[in-house]
T-cell receptor, first 113, second 113 residues
């Protein structure tokens, strides 16, 4: 059974640009969550999608957005990139049932210069 | 509001020693779930265990054991006879019923040969 796949693995962008990250969850999983990991703030929840609907949202500015497709694949987009957006972005998939464990991808490391 | 505190930022022990990683949580819900994840240098978070709030039984899995105590809101993780391969960052996490998983800041564990 394939795990969670995130693409690309590494990305370098300049300030002001926008970026789109992709996540393919484990087959059969309907929930996809996104997290931002930085040395200073740790793992911070961005948002969760379940059956194409945003179910939960963290405290991030509107520049961060996401969506989920009918095949459960998800994308997150960051517009008008800032230096502080440099981070490891992790995607997690789960069945979406209350209390289910989440399985994580290897992440996309975004560097904003 | 839910919160997870891992007071130990970094721990170093010599191989074969036992080590306990502390986790204290805060929640107002009576139904919640606790998790431990391991993050090796590769970056991918690896699921270790899930516990629901109604099951206070301790669990042992090989060299790993977990002590869940609702009276002290703690969910501690012990590695017995540590090995170099156990070196990683370990995260404790909490999910209130139907809500997102939030993570503690993590404990970086160094196992010295």
């Amino acid at each position: 059974k394939a795990g969670v796949t995130q693409t690309p693995r590494y990305l370098i962008k300049t300030r002001g640009q926008q970026v789109t990250l992709s996540c393919s969850p484990i087959s059969g999983h309907r929930s996809v969550s996104w997290y931002q990991q930085t040395p200073g703030q740790g793992l911070q929840f961005l948002f969760e999608y379940f059956s194409e609907t945003q179910r939960n949202k963290g405290n991030f500015p509107g520049r961060f957005s996401g969506r989920q497709f009918s095949n459960s694949r998800s994308e997150m987009n960051v517009s008008t990139l800032e230096l502080g957006d440099s981070a490891l972005y992790l995607c997690a998939s789960s069945l979406g049932i209350m209390g289910n464990e989440a399985f994580f991808g290897q992440g996309t490391r975004l560097t904003v210069v | 509001a839910q919160k997870v505190t891992q007071a130990q930022t970094e721990i170093s022990v010599v191989e074969k020693e036992d080590v306990t990683l502390d986790c204290v949580y805060e929640t107002r819900d009576t139904t919640y779930y606790l998790f431990w994840y391991k993050q090796p240098p590769s970056g991918e978070l690896v699921f270790l265990i899930r516990r629901n709030s109604f099951d206070e039984q301790n669990e042992i899995s090989g060299r790993y054991s977990w002590n869940f105590q609702k009276s002290t809101s703690s969910f501690n993780f012990t590695i017995t006879a540590s090995q170099v391969v156990d070196s990683a960052v370990y995260f404790c996490a909490l999910s209130e019923a139907g809500d997102k998983i939030i993570f503690g800041k993590g404990t970086r564990l160094h196992i010295l040969p």
